[in-house]
């Protein structure tokens, strides 16, 4: 399958911003931070790559936590004000599914 290209300058929510990202399938999620207790459950996501960002401003304050494993780290944060966190999904030969960062 080709990938669309992105023209120069189009945002990512526009209708040729959106088509060539669910080409790639990847999942922009956006959490806010402003509120404690935000967490994102991997084993509830869709797509094989997620970005993931604090869009509050605040993980310093208010750590967001992700539910599942990530390069061998249980339930890792984004504890970092506007941080984030990029990661895919690996299936190993067994066919074990991991999350890597990248």
Avoid: C, H
């Amino acid at each position: 399958m080709a990938l669309p290209i992105l023209p120069p300058n189009e945002p990512p929510d526009s209708r040729a911003g959106r088509a060539f990202l669910d080409a790639l399938r990847i999942n922009f999620i956006e959490v806010d931070s402003t509120v404690a207790g935000q967490t994102v459950d991997l084993a509830k996501v869709q797509g094989t790559t997620l970005v993931i960002k604090d869009v509050g401003g605040n993980a310093l304050a208010n750590p967001i936590t992700i539910l599942g494993t990530v390069d061998a780290t249980v339930n890792p944060t984004i504890g970092t004000d506007y941080g984030v966190l990029k990661i895919f999904s690996y299936k190993s030969n067994s066919g074990v599914l991991s999350w890597q960062s990248w």
